[in-house]
């Protein structure tokens, strides 16, 4: 898969189909470039990719941008198994990327996506992870508008990996860093937390747990459009999503920075009840887990109310305050538990959860 491209034309030419598309499964043909690829591209992709100003597909998308700065991210998605409660390696392909621009202040736009196939995946399976990305896109707001698929021999994937690449547009005024976190600013965090990691941990059948453990996967960015809605550019002074190492590794980034502290009310975080239950079992503290549907955003004290407000109705309705950036201890993350006692919490040294994305 080539390029779908984004300007205007009144009427594109057809792209003439040359072979259907009889496979079952993956061949190496399908990564010939030959008919049999062309079949693939025109069968599955374009379909659920394709636009009205696709025909041609040249090499590369030609896309208008307003005068401003724009944000550029790229991320690879191989997690096993790629069908999990609440979410597969198609929805997680689109929002892990919509969330990385979202969180960096940007409003996403435009995305790529590259597989990699296994040879012998079933076509039937790839059409059904397309179809999820073409949904999960359409619900984000955003545009697929370039691609190229790569088939190797069987043994040499893990039947599919994706990259996804994303533009999005920064507005004017909006500026975030680690930098700009003063001491009294509060955290806040968009939802529960560990539940995309236990998902998928539960769903690789390695371990004897079940539980009805769904991931939080989901797009970011209408929830962050809500914040600044509500709070004022500068008043939001840095944000990211949890996702590898969780809460703590992320946190432990922001203060290692900032040359401030961080710390946390352990009793305001949210963690479903089932995935507590799962992390006791397994010996996992869930501040180290990994989330695909929250971000934590540092905002100035005087508009915390605003915030959770603002956040809550748009959807988060478990958005909650959970600690202050503080001067001491400098550069370290603590966390004060309900009977008044602390405990430090350092960046995540060896990951409990493999391939969680």
């Known amino acids: 898969m080539k390029r779908m491209d984004m300007i205007d034309s009144p009427s594109p030419p057809r792209r003439t189909r040359t072979t259907p598309l009889n496979d079952v499964a993956v061949t190496m043909a399908h990564g010939s470039g030959g008919k049999a690829a062309a079949a693939l591209l025109d069968e599955v992709f374009m379909p659920a990719f394709g636009n009205p100003t696709s025909a041609g597909l040249p090499d590369a998308a030609t896309l208008v941008v307003e005068a401003g700065q724009i944000a550029y991210t790229t991320d690879s998605f191989v997690v096993q198994p790629i069908r999990f409660p609440g979410a597969s390696i198609g929805e997680l392909a689109i ?10 202040g940007a409003q996403p736009r435009w995305l790529t996506a590259g597989f990699i196939l296994e040879e012998g995946f079933p076509i039937a399976e790839l059409r059904a992870v397309v179809e999820d990305m073409r949904q999960a896109a359409e619900l984000a707001g955003v545009q697929i508008v370039a691609g190229d698929t790569k088939v190797v021999p069987h043994g040499a994937a893990d039947q ?14 909006r500026t975030l860093g680690a930098e700009r976190v003063r001491v009294g600013d509060r955290l806040i965090i968009s939802g529960p937390i560990a539940a995309h990691g236990m998902a ?13 453990i769904t991931s939080d996967c989901a797009p970011l960015n209408h929830l962050v459009e809500a914040l600044y809605s509500a709070v004022a550019d500068e008043d939001v002074r840095w944000m990211r999503d949890a996702t590898r190492g969780g809460v703590a590794t992320v946190l432990n980034e922001l203060a290692n920075t900032s040359g401030q502290g961080v710390l ?6 949210t ?53 202050q950036v503080v001067s001491d201890p400098p550069g370290l993350v603590a966390v004060r538990n309900g009977f008044g006692g602390t405990r430090l919490v350092d960046m995540l040294v ?5 391939r969680i994305c």
């Open 350 to 354: 060896t990951d409990p959860l493999p």
């Open 160 to 173: 599919i990996f994706i990259n996804t690449s994303g533009i999005g547009v920064i507005p004017p005024g």
């Open 271 to 323: 963690v479903e009840p089932a995935v507590r239950g799962a992390c006791d079992m397994l010996g996992i503290d869930p501040l180290y887990v990994a989330n695909e549907g929250c971000f934590i955003a540092v905002v100035d004290e005087a508009n915390a109310d605003k915030a959770l407000v603002a956040l809550r109705g748009s959807g988060a309705e478990q958005a909650s305050v959970i600690g």
């Open 264 to 269: 946390l009310d352990e009793e305001a975080f």
């Open 200 to 212: 998928v941990m539960i769903a690789r059948g390695n371990l004897a747990i079940t539980a009805p």
């Open 95 to 104: 929002n892990g990327t919509v969330n990385d621009l979202a969180v960096s």
